[in-house]
């Protein structure tokens, strides 16, 4: 069980990485980016700063990424 945690905790930190990559990039606020991607800003700021986002809101993310 402490691998699949660990796998997890890896594809958080990757997606913070280019969410913030792509912020640096395109220079987008967060609030902006939150609009593109249709995840509440609120909680793009706490997952941006250590937190966890749902499953959904991952999946938001992935799919603009994957575009």
Do not use: W
């Not at 997606?15 to 609009?35: D, I, P």
Request: aromatic share 8%; proline share 1%.
């Amino acid at each position: 069980m402490k691998e699949q945690a660990k796998v997890l905790s890896e594809a958080n930190e990757i997606t913070r990485l280019m969410v913030k990559n792509y912020l640096q990039k395109h220079e987008l606020s967060l609030n902006a980016f939150s609009k593109l991607v249709e995840v509440r800003q609120p909680n793009l700021h706490k997952f941006m700063n250590g937190k966890s986002l749902s499953s959904k809101s991952i999946e938001k993310i992935g799919e603009f990424f994957s575009k």
